[in-house]
């Protein structure tokens, strides 16, 4: 039996439907973003190969209010950021741990990292991500956004770029009532 003729068929039935595209964003593989309610901005590596997207943090404190659960940490950006900030804790993530980073005394083979919600501005498009915190003073960029931020979106990544979407340019936040 030949399945030959079909081949092409099957081959169209895998393609993205016409202006399927058209809707996606690319970006490099640096872009620049603002963190929405903290009046920044800063350099982010966008990694597909990462799933969530991290926020270099320090001084990581949980904490409840009315009865609700936060976290309070400060920016480990620079030492210029000195103020706390506060925000409800989204939920805790389970980092799997690289083989290099097991602890033995533990015997987790997982990080647990507290996430927050975080509206973050890319070129025209703003979108409220999930952002685990962490310590990445180690790391050259302080924002790390991975695949499933980078599906709110609608990214497509070309690593041959940086900063192609250029400064963030999204609408001011509306004031909340307080």
Same mark, same amino acid.
């Given at each position: 039996?030949?399945?030959?003729?079909?081949?092409?068929?099957?081959?169209?039935?895998?393609?993205?439907?016409?202006? *399927?595209?058209?809707?996606?964003?690319?970006?490099?593989?640096?872009? @620049?973003?603002?963190?929405?309610? #903290?009046?920044?901005?800063?350099?982010?590596? %966008?990694?597909?190969?990462?799933?969530?997207?991290? %926020?270099?943090? =320090?001084?990581?404190?949980?904490? $409840? +209010?009315?009865?609700?659960?936060?976290? =309070?940490?400060?920016?480990?950006?620079?030492?210029?950021? $000195?103020?706390?900030?506060?925000?409800? #804790?989204? +939920?805790?993530?389970?980092? $799997?741990?690289?083989?290099?980073? @097991?602890?033995?005394?533990?015997?987790?083979? @997982?990080?647990?990292?507290?996430? &927050?919600?975080?509206? &973050?501005?890319?070129? *025209?498009? *703003?979108?409220?991500?999930?952002?685990?915190?962490?310590? =990445? /003073?180690?790391? *050259?960029?302080? #924002?790390?956004?991975? /695949?499933?931020?980078?599906?709110?979106?609608?990214?497509?990544?070309?690593?041959?770029?940086? @900063?192609?979407?250029?400064?963030?340019?999204?609408?001011?936040?509306?004031?909340?009532?307080?």
């Amino acid at each position: 039996m030949n399945f030959t003729p079909a081949l092409p068929l099957l081959c169209l039935l895998m393609l993205p439907a016409p202006g *399927q595209a058209a809707e996606k964003t690319v970006y490099g593989l640096n872009e @620049y973003a603002r963190l929405g309610g #903290l009046d920044l901005e800063v350099a982010a590596k %966008l990694d597909t190969g990462a799933k969530t997207a991290s %926020l270099s943090a =320090r001084d990581i404190k949980r904490f $409840k +209010r009315d009865g609700e659960s936060w976290v =309070r940490f400060y920016l480990g950006i620079d030492s210029a950021h $000195k103020h706390p900030i506060e925000r409800p #804790l989204a +939920r805790v993530s389970k980092i $799997k741990r690289r083989a290099s980073d @097991y602890d033995g005394e533990s015997g987790k083979a @997982y990080t647990a990292r507290p996430v &927050i919600e975080l509206a &973050i501005c890319m070129g *025209q498009t *703003q979108r409220t991500i999930e952002v685990n915190l962490t310590d =990445r /003073s180690a790391f *050259q960029f302080p #924002l790390l956004i991975g /695949s499933e931020a980078l599906k709110h979106f609608s990214a497509v990544v070309d690593p041959s770029l940086k @900063y192609a979407a250029g400064k963030p340019a999204c609408a001011p936040e509306a004031p909340t009532a307080e």
